[in-house]
Nanobody, 124 residues
Framework: QVHVVESGGGLVQTGGSLRLSCAASGRSFSNYAMGWFRQAPGKEREFVAAISWSGGSTYYADSVKGRFTISRDNAKNTMDLQMDSLKPEDTAVYYC?????????????????WGQGTQVTVSS
């Protein structure tokens, strides 16, 4: 059974940093693309960042480009999201997603496995 778990969320002030981690278990995800999405209250789930199966290709939403960095460790079945220069508008529940393909996509329905989410709150 596939299991995806996020960690690392919390409360931070504007301009601060957080590092989210995603751990996948139940099978090897080394051939699968992975991504981060977020959902703020009253809003739809939106794409944040994605990474190809090898880690050689990454893609970011314009709103986080230059501030967030996605990475993965296939030996450990983990993926991280380093978030710097955080803004209040980054406040949301952040979700880790796994796509059973080597290439990433930016729409939620293209992903097959999801974590429960971790709350990130940025105070002004």
């Amino acid at each position: 059974q596939v299991h995806v778990v996020e960690s690392g969320g919390g409360l931070v002030q504007t301009g601060g940093s957080l590092r989210l981690s995603c751990a996948a278990s139940g099978r090897s995800f080394s051939n699968y693309a992975m991504g981060w999405f977020r959902q703020a209250p009253g809003k739809e789930r939106e794409f944040v960042a994605a990474i190809s199966w090898s880690g050689g290709s990454t893609y970011y939403a314009d709103s986080v480009k230059g501030r967030f960095t996605i990475s993965r460790d296939n030996a450990k079945n983990t993926m991280d999201l380093q978030m710097d220069s955080l803004k209040p508008e980054d406040t949301a529940v952040y979700y880790c997603a796994v796509r059973a393909r080597t290439t990433y996509r930016t729409t939620p329905n293209e992903y097959d496995y999801w974590g429960q989410g971790t709350q990130v709150t940025v105070s002004s």
